[in-house]
């Protein structure tokens, strides 16, 4: 079940709003086991093979210390029965659409590696499986539950293999022609097509909201193929996008973006991609709606400005919504957020979550509650949620470090706030800006610094330090004597 927030007054009046759902990250993990190892040794646990740092038996299912139980745990990835308990309870929102996120597939625990050869192959087509399952398995819930309710599905840097590894079409067939197929029932044969080609869409709903879905592999700081080609990739999605906006322009059609990681390098979005894009939507501020993403896992927001100044006022903001799973112990969360045609913006943003250990001390006696933890207009007292109500929230966060703590564990819902880089001022300068050279400014590091920073890297190199180096093996493999194709075999094929 749902409970609701509390009534206030809405700065828009009685201007119809457009309700979204967004749910991101779910990383449902359909090897959840109950009563495995929820304390393992190296997570995400949970799993048939989790085993305790203290276990002094290799004999499966003996020597359990805390087991996993049915609504999941901290240090494990989302069992399917949270996201069927979460979807039923959302739909009592009433949203007009859902935006499904990215990264449903699960993460690769840190005893899973791949190796070399003939065992690369088979565990590749081993995770692909699982990703396919999950979003299979996701897919059904969503449908089940919102039967009548336009999905908008995104792909997360999770949902390939190996993780973050996308260099265009021919390297993710095995995932772009599966999800065409299971989400036909949501998109039009446009969508599918570009989908299938770049991973990107858009779609009309009934209201005459359009919605641009991005993939935001091709910024991916943890992507080779972008550091190898320049941005191409890139450039072209950018294209199509402003295409989008040129026609939602001359058609009067409000735009909503979304994708999966939020732009900025803090965010692991590459600084020429996120400069581009934040110039691109500067020009359409008559047409762009909103922005979503997700990645994160603790929720925030981004302020875009032209020129990319900390003196420039905003002309945007770019919200994050707090991940589904409570892996890397946050409290599983959604967002819903209404959008407003005059003024055109987010006009709210409600934030619900579900304190896990509470659900799972009481098993399974009656519907779970979705609590509401956050909502910004009441929570900071703010008339709207224009940007420069957000540029107001920023100041007060520069000015006072314990409102800027408390904003942090508000968003988190109460955890420790997740990000790859923790440091205060870090996160409130990339919430300054998104481009490399006023964020690079700001907190006082180099590109360098800030990329090991995200990638959580002590490797001496920084080509290492992004990419695995399996990754970086197979796209030399050619000029390096010695090596035997078998040792490095290509897992970025159909």
Partial sequence: DVDNFPAVEDATGDVPKTRVLHVTDTHIDMKYLLGSEAACDAPPCCRVHSKHPDKTTDVIGEGIVAPARLFGEYHCDTPLAMLQSAMDAARQLKPDFVVWGGDTGPHVAGDEHLNGGEALLEETAELRARVLDAISNATTIFAKMFPDVPVFPVLGDDDMVPSSVYSGASSARWLMTEAASLWKKWLPPSALLTLQWGGYYTAQTASGMRVAVLNTAVCDIQNMHNFIDGGASARTQLHW???????????????????????????????????????????????????IFGHQHSGSFRLLRSPSTSATPPYGVAYVTPSFTAYRDQNPSFRLYQLSRSPLMVSDVEQYHLNLGKANAEGSKGALLWSPSYVPRTALGLPDLSPAQWQGVLNRMWANETFAGVLRLTEANGRAWMGHNTELRDYLCALTGVTDQEFVKCARKSEEIMIRQYTGSQHTYVLTAMFQFQTIIEHFRHVLGGVHPDDVAHVGGQ
Avoid: F, K, M
């Fill in 241 to 291: 996008l402003e295409s989008v906006l040129a026609g939602a322009r001359a058609a009067g059609e409000p735009c909503l973006i979304t994708g999966h990681i939020p732009p900025g390098v803090y965010s692991g979005c590459w600084g020429n991609y996120s400069a581009a894009y934040e110039e691109l939507l500067s020009r359409y501020t008559d047409v762009v709606a909103g922005q």
